[in-house]
């Protein structure tokens, strides 16, 4: 009688210590996100690659790739985690709402950490800073050599991007013109449809290297205070992901890789053309 009692009070408490231990782990344990890439073995990347020479495709062994230094920053991440690292390209506009449904992990496509976005997500330590620059044809170089000469025309910018809000609060006088791809931006700007293209200076270079008609207006300065760093876009209370992504993040930028992928990436898609 005596040993019943207690067995059924071993049982008793061993269900107690089950149901707390899964209730733990589904509820918001810091370790939650993490888990479910491990479990998964599957780090999934949310990207819009074509933004060289941070992410972009080119053909590799005959097979459409997704390349860039982002990409080697992913690949550095997944390898810390010990897991393998898919991308999901998609448009620039879709890239945050993804991470937030939970069809991406994460996020890297050269985001800008604003302050409006990290309400609603958490980021990484910063990764890379770059400045805002207007690209026009080479053509219209002399005419439209400053920002009040914009007075009137169109300026595009990608889709969802700070760089609309560049246009907008910083060039007054012109229109904005949202595009979702930016190819079609440049072929705009070619064309004559747009007369200049709000760019980060590294992805501004990359199109002029293979555009010649195509150049940066030097003496177009835009608010350089306003520019907020690169970094990659995680759920709310990422907790021990941003952990472990930050401690990437930083040995990468310790080590100089950052610049490095930066600019072998860009030489890549040169070669690309
Ligand atoms: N840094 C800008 C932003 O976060 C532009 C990013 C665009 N990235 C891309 N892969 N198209 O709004």
């Excluded at 999901?88 to 950490?113: C, H, R, Y």
């Excluded at 976005?117 to 219209?140: G, H, L, Q």
């Excluded at 400053?146 to 300026?155: H, M, N, P, S």
Aim: charged share 25%; net charge positive.
């Amino acid at each position: 009688m005596k040993l019943k009692k207690v067995l059924l009070g071993m049982v008793a408490a061993a269900a107690v210590v089950a149901l707390t231990a899964c209730g733990s782990d589904k509820k918001a344990s810091p370790d939650k996100y993490l888990d479910k890439i491990k479990d998964k073995g599957t780090l999934t990347v949310a990207m819009n690659p074509e933004f060289a020479p941070f992410e972009f495709q080119m053909i590799k062994d005959g097979k459409n790739t997704i390349v860039g230094s982002d990409v080697d920053m992913a690949n550095a991440i997944g390898k810390a985690l010990g897991v393998k690292v898919k991308f999901q390209s998609m448009d620039f506009n879709n890239v945050l709402a993804s991470v937030e449904s939970g069809k991406a992990d994460i996020a890297i496509s050269g985001i800008s950490a604003t302050p409006e976005r990290k309400k609603a997500y958490d980021f990484s330590t910063p990764y890379y800073t770059a400045n805002n620059v207007m690209i026009v044809k080479k053509s219209d170089l002399t005419k439209l050599d400053k920002l009040t000469a914009f007075k009137g025309k169109k300026v595009a910018a990608q889709k969802g991007t700070v760089q609309e809000t560049v246009v907008t609060d910083q060039i007054k006088s012109a229109e904005l013109v949202s595009l979702t791809k930016n190819g079609q931006m440049i072929n705009e700007l070619k064309n004559g449809t747009v007369n200049g293209v709000v760019f980060e200076e590294p992805i501004a270079k990359a199109y002029v290297a293979s555009n010649s008609d195509l150049a940066i207006v030097d003496a177009i300065k835009f608010d350089s205070s306003k520019s907020d760093s690169y970094a990659i876009a995680m759920p709310k209370n990422a907790g021990k992901l941003k952990t472990e992504i930050d401690k990437v993040i930083t040995q990468l930028k310790n080590e100089g890789k950052i610049d490095q992928f930066v600019k072998t990436n860009f030489e890549l898609s040169q070669k690309a053309k």
